[in-house]
Nanobody
Framework: VQLVESGGGMVQPGGSLRLSCAAS????????MSWLRQAPGKGPEWVSA????????YYADSVKGRFTISRDNAKNTLYLQMDSLKSEDTALYYC???????????????WGQGTQVTVSS
């Protein structure tokens, strides 16, 4: 299993970023996928999940209405569109193989290496 995130960077509050995650080594189209994040000095936080077909999406309350998860199964790629970014969104963002139903076990999921998102003026 290989998950490679990209698209992070530094942005001002109110700005936008789009993260991508290229997946390989497994049948991507058959798995729930999630985005997780970890801010400095804090534990990992589940952000969003999507079902295998892309028809069902879920969000943490902290990002609902601002972030949009999507996937392209033909390209084995997961996305996270982040709009109206806030300073508290600053974190290392990871894509992971797992879904909303088993968030309690997310530390045991397969994770990528992460991409840094910094929101600062």
């Amino acid at each position: 299993v290989q998950l490679v995130e990209s698209g992070g960077g530094m942005v001002q509050p109110g700005g936008s970023l789009r993260l991508s995650c290229a997946a390989s080594g497994f049948t991507f189209s058959t798995y729930d996928m999630s985005w997780l994040r970890q801010a400095p000095g804090k534990g990992p936080e589940w952000v969003s999940a999507i079902n295998p077909g892309g028809g069902a999406t879920y969000y943490a309350d902290s990002v609902k209405g601002r972030f949009t998860i999507s996937r392209d199964n033909a390209k084995n790629t997961l996305y996270l569109q982040m709009d109206s970014l806030k300073s508290e969104d600053t974190a290392l963002y990871y894509c992971a193989r797992g879904g909303r139903r088993n968030i309690s076990t997310m530390k045991s999921w397969d994770w990528g290496q992460g991409t840094q998102v910094t929101v600062s003026s």
